[in-house]
């Protein structure tokens, strides 16, 4: 008899670890959903610098230093060490360049640039909500991984706490890829 419930016992907790460990990985999966989505954006919104840039170029072309400014905020976020900051450097130089558009009438109507102005936009929309999303999935993950009982088997299964601040370096991505502007 002590046989069986030591059994029954067993069987009862391995069920239990299978489960927790398969909710870990959808999980875990979610979180890496949510970083390669930031990374998609990303990758879109560096495609798109240089068309913007080149369009401008062609009407503002002694505003030389607005564009060098985009092109260098556009290379540090690209080097590899990306961080929020560099980032939020290219917006800025991104906000300037298409601020040019108000001084120069003929730049605002033309409509590649306000097509690249839309896709911007559209961009840097999709941009914040991968990001609220990315920052719900690392939230759900530590808390399906710190919950009871699963805090018991998470670490002896390999499931290390997610960090919010992964979002720096998934912004690496394929930013690192230099676009070719030449002035």
Request: proline content about 2%; aromatic content about 6%; glycine content about 6%.
């Amino acid at each position: 008899m002590t046989v069986f419930i030591v059994i029954g016992v067993i069987v009862v907790l391995a069920v239990m670890v299978i489960g927790i460990y398969n909710r870990l990985v959808g999980l875990r999966q979610n979180v890496n959903q949510g970083v390669a989505d930031i990374d998609a954006q990303l990758r879109q919104r560096h495609d798109l610098i240089p068309n913007l840039v080149n369009t401008v170029k062609g009407y503002a072309s002694h505003e030389k230093e607005t564009l060098d400014s985009v092109i260098a905020a556009r290379n540090q976020a690209a080097d590899g060490s990306v961080s929020s900051g560099d980032e939020a450097q290219l917006r800025v130089a991104l906000d300037k360049l298409l601020a040019l558009g108000e001084a120069y009438p003929d730049l605002k109507a033309n409509t590649n640039f306000q097509e690249l102005q839309r896709e911007l936009a559209d961009v840097e929309d999709k941009l914040a909500a991968a990001r609220r999303a990315l920052n719900a999935a690392v939230s759900r993950y530590n808390t399906g991984r710190e919950s009871f009982p699963a805090v018991l088997f998470a670490g002896m299964l390999g499931f290390q706490e997610a960090d919010f601040h992964r979002l720096d370096d998934s912004e690496k991505g394929v930013v690192d890829q230099v676009p070719n502007i030449s002035f």
